[in-house]
């Protein structure tokens, strides 16, 4: 790993919370100086507010163009407003043609160090939802307009380039048309408003604004499909903004015009009588509050999945007090912080990091503490509201693209089809969605990586694009170029102007040998040649879980605050008189993954127990989990566990033998005493390792006398295995049930045939199973001795906690337990196999749902045993014989064979000591 002059604030958080508290104050001491330094304005707003006359409906609502939010500056923050800075406009200096513009070749330092070839590297903490979102929020800040035709910039293409010999063209940014200076000096717009408004759904202009309402009840408009109208060339919806169109664009676009179109109707139901007008207006604020939201508390700390970041963004929303309606989430975090200021500044000393705590800390500690949402004095600092082109360049995010969008059915982890990214573009998106499903859409995102934001994970297909009345273009030289052409510095100059130390060698970025190697031939071993997204994306030492280095995140410390604290419809105006009271509520109570289950409600069982819907969806235990229904708790398990790892075909791993010495090690007190349904952490199988898994429901026989889940079950996972590989010991097969209780834990059952099992016989159905089994003297395998260790009966399962609860978690009066139950398999699966050695797995999945795999037979005669073996077969006829059928054991699903089957799900051992 590469050592490097930064990355102080995150040692702190080795000193526990109060290291998290000292770094959150060192964060939002590094904003103060960013705010109070590196802020530049670039507008002439007398000339822009000349015209600008703000009415009464601008006084409580977004207008289309931005203009009006501050209303003693009404062109703030609006569009058409330039571009600011975050670093000083002298040293802000467009390169030319005439110095350094084509330094090194930006189609050489793409082929060189952006081009991902074969060599995909996935961000595994992410799922391709956050791909698709940060284009989405993207397209609402910032556009730079129409490029000009005038003076492209060309350069060569190398020798043996993959896109031949010549030359690239590429247009500049237009600058902007009323200011002239000179090459060195342009300013540029933002076509966009700068506001975080949702302009991407609503547009920037009151044209726009039209074409996508309905004038109905305040709703967008979409078909009687919900989906959104296209125009008629090029087939690609019309909405606020549709530039760079691809599938992920449209489904969020798609989403958020339903939730729109969602709010307006809760708002016309608690507000009869309303016009379109004020519903649409108060929709728009509703909705594009969520939106920042979403991206402030669920998306960034996804990506930048840090103790501290996720706090930081937290306080940036509601303060450290937690969240809306749990305030005292950190209460303790702050309790400490107040106790022990004497110690945080000894503790920042010990580190080297001055907070200017005792000096004139209030500001700080104040946005760090307050959060900067509600009811505010908004507050520029001094500076007009507008992105800057700094912000720009660290969005260039575009290794988070995937070559593919790979297509699952719900639930399923095996790609059904694969579509390169190029062909899901424009109007190919909107058949895409059609065709494929936007459900299905949404899993398949929710269940794959981006890639990673490094070097040489830059997708190749937009490194060598042909677009019509265009030519080859290569959007990473592009990326390269921008900054260069718009005076952003190159990377050693930006970190200076920016408060972070520069490098002061090539190996500061990098340890890898054969990048560290381009990097020198490329930028001539001058360490202040290197560009600045080459030098972010190259940074490899980064605090704990961040997607991206500090140099970005300097910038977004910066302009991820200012977004919140600045516009009055987040600080001073962001309450129930502005919003409405339901307004607020919508806001503060729904997240993203909520917004995907209103609207898709197929998804509601890959979303289950999801906090965060851009991290990978799947198995998360919460902590309520135990409160769940039976019924959502088996989906649970089943969708997110076992459909989620099934093997794909040819991948089923082979049956191993026993592990003898991990039965010895095993941890048997965990196997009876945890009462989880998947396996606790360290917890491995040594024997039975390999099962296949089913849904079933226990459905009762009329007039037995046994109480509880003996009485139905309708949701419950029952795991046929054999104690290892035949070849090995023989055919030893066992059986585990798991039942489902609303509101309980759930309880289990586990049975065997004998502990040395069926000999040759391969037939898993040969013979019936039992929970308690006659103890062998020539037990090989020692589980009768290792067992008790924790039960005075290590082969007595009792199954008396079952007999306790009923389905519904209410607790039984009057308990009947049997003894013993008996699993005889139905002659009909037990006839239909053979005995031949041969993988019994294979007999299981190709067992249709609703197969009455099991009659379930039990008795309430004591077990007894006797020293005389003859005795105890005896007993144990006796026992058999007076069993009676209490029900059978019913699939409602086929058999998976899946990784959580096999080493993912837990089942309790109900000991002889447990009833």
């Known amino acids: 790993m590469a050592m490097t002059p930064w990355v102080t604030w995150p040692a702190l958080t080795k000193f526990g919370t109060l290291g998290i508290m000292g770094a959150l104050l060192v964060l939002a001491g590094q904003r103060e100086d960013l705010l109070n330094n590196n802020m530049f304005d670039q507008e002439d707003w007398a000339s822009r507010n000349a015209t600008i006359v703000c009415d009464q409906r601008s006084l409580t609502a977004r207008t289309e163009d931005g203009t009006c939010n501050i209303l003693t500056n009404p062109a703030e923050g609006s569009a058409h407003v330039n571009f600011g ?127 996508v309402r309905s004038f109905m009840d305040g709703k967008l408009e979409v078909d009687a499909d919900g989906r959104l109208p296209t125009e008629f060339l090029s087939g690609k919806p019309v909405t606020g903004f549709n530039e760079n169109w691809w599938v992920g664009l449209s489904m969020l676009h798609h989403l958020f015009t339903l939730e729109h179109n969602a709010i307006a109707d809760m708002l016309k139901a608690n507000n009869p009588g309303q016009s379109d007008q004020w519903l649409f207006d108060k929709a728009r604020l509703i909705n594009s509050a969520l939106m920042a939201k ?146 299905r859409l949404w899993y398949s995102f929710g269940i794959t990586h981006p890639g990673a934001l490094t070097l040489n994970n830059y997708p190749d297909f937009m490194r060598n694009l042909s677009l019509p009345f265009v030519g080859d273009i290569d959007m990473a030289a592009i990326d390269i170029l921008r900054d260069r052409e718009r005076g952003v510095p190159r990377y050693n100059e930006f970190r200076r102007q920016i408060g972070l130390k520069p490098i002061t060698r090539f190996e500061d970025l990098t340890s890898d040998p054969t990048l560290l190697a381009n990097l020198k031939t490329l930028y001539n071993n001058d360490i202040e040649m290197i560009d600045t997204l080459v030098g972010q994306l190259a940074e490899e030492t980064r605090p704990e879980g961040f997607g991206f280095g500090e140099t970005s995140f ?138 296949a898994l089913a849904k079933v429901q226990f459905v009762p026989s009329a007039g037995h006398p046994f109480t509880g889940l ?71 395998l020692g589980t009768t001795a290792l067992f008790s260790l924790v039960s005075t009966k290590p082969t007595l399962l009792v199954m008396s906690d079952m007999a306790k609860v009923n389905q519904d978690g209410s607790t039984v009066g009057s308990v009947k337990a049997p003894t013993q139950i008996y699993f005889v398999p139905n002659a009909s699966v037990r006839n239909a196999i053979s005995t031949a050695p041969h993988d019994f797995r294979d007999d299981l999945t190709a067992l249709p749902a609703g197969t009455r795999v099991y009659d379930v037979y039990g008795t309430s005669q004591t077990i007894r045993t006797s020293l005389f073996p003859w005795v105890t077969e005896r007993y144990a006829r006796e026992r058999r014989d007076s069993a009676v059928k209490i029900g059978e054991l019913v699939t409602t699903s086929a058999f998976t064979l899946s990784q959580f089957g096999d080493t993912g799900i837990f089942f309790k051992h109900q000991r002889y000591e447990d009833r």
Not at 346 to 362: E, K, Q, R
Not at 398 to 420: A, E, K, Q, W
Not at 636 to 662: C, K, M
Request: no cysteine.
């Open 710 to 780: 003996f009485q139905g079950a309708d949701h419950g996972l029952l795991r046929l295995s054999v104690t290892g590989d035949p070849s090995d010991r023989g055919f030893a097969p066992g059986l585990a049930l798991k039942l489902f209780v609303d509101g309980q834990r759930s309880e289990n059952i586990s049975a065997l045939y004998t502990l040395s099992g069926q000999g040759s016989n391969h037939n898993i159905f040969a013979n019936e199973m039992s929970n308690y089994v006659q103890p062998e003297v020539n037990e090989t």
């Open 554 to 691: 300097q910038i977004f410390i910066l302009n991820a605050s200012r977004r919140l604290m600045t516009d009055r419809f987040f600080t001073t105006d962001y309450t129930d008189a502005v919003y409405t009271a339901a307004g607020i509520d919508w806001v503060e109570d729904n997240t993203m993954v909520d917004v995907i289950r209103r609207h898709f409600p197929s998804l509601a069982s890959s979303l289950a127990g999801m906090d965060n819907a851009f991290k990978p969806w799947g198995l998360n235990m919460p902590a309520d989990y135990q409160s769940w229904s039976a019924d959502a708790k088996q989906d649970h398990l089943w969708v997110n566990g076992a459909l989620r790892t099934s093997y794909a075909p040819g991948n089923v791993p082979a049956i191993e033998p026993i592990d003898i010495g991990g039965l010895i090690n095993a941890v048997l007190w965990t196997k009876v005493r945890d009462v989880t349904d998947v396996t606790p952490p360290g917890y491995s199988k040594p024997i039975h390792p390999r099962g």
């Open 85 to 211: 800075r975050n670093v000083n406009p002298n040293v802000a200096q467009a390169e030319t043609l005439n110095d350094t513009l084509l330094v090194p070749n930006p189609r050489e330092v793409s082929n060189l160090l952006m081009s991902r070839g074969d060599d995909f590297k996935p961000a595994t903490t992410l799922n391709f939802i956050a791909t698709a979102w940060i284009q989405f929020m993207v397209h609402d800040w910032f556009d730079h307009g129409p490029r000009t035709d005038a003076n492209p910039i060309e350069f060569p293409l190398p020798q043996g380039d993959a896109l031949g010999s010549g030359t690239m063209s590429v247009q500049r940014t237009r600058p902007d048309p009323r200011v002239s200076g000179t090459e060195t000096t342009v300013t540029y717009e933002n076509i966009n408003t700068h506001w975080w408004d949702g302009s991407q759904l609503y547009g920037s202009d009151k044209a726009t604004n039209d074409a």
């Open 294 to 439: 979403i991206h402030t508390v669920e998306w960034t700390p996804a990506i930048l999945a840090n103790p501290v970041l996720e706090r930081a963004m937290y306080a940036n929303w509601w303060g450290l007090g937690g969240d809306r309606d749990t305030r005292d989430r950190f209460q303790g975090d702050l309790d400490t912080l107040n106790n022990n200021l004497a110690q945080l500044g000894g503790l920042f000393s010990l580190v080297g990091i001055d907070t200017g705590l005792g000096s004139n800390p209030s500001s700080s500690i104040e946005h760090a503490l307050a959060g900067l949402v509600g009811s505010r004095t908004p507050n520029n600092y001094g500076v007009p509201y507008t992105l800057t082109e700094e912000f720009v360049s660290v969005y260039r995010m575009h290794p988070l693209l995937r070559d593919n969008v790979d297509i699952y059915d719900i639930g399923s982890n095996i790609v059904d089809t694969s579509i390169p990214i190029q062909h899901t573009r424009d109007s190919n998106a909107e058949a895409l969605l059609g065709d494929a499903g936007a459900d």
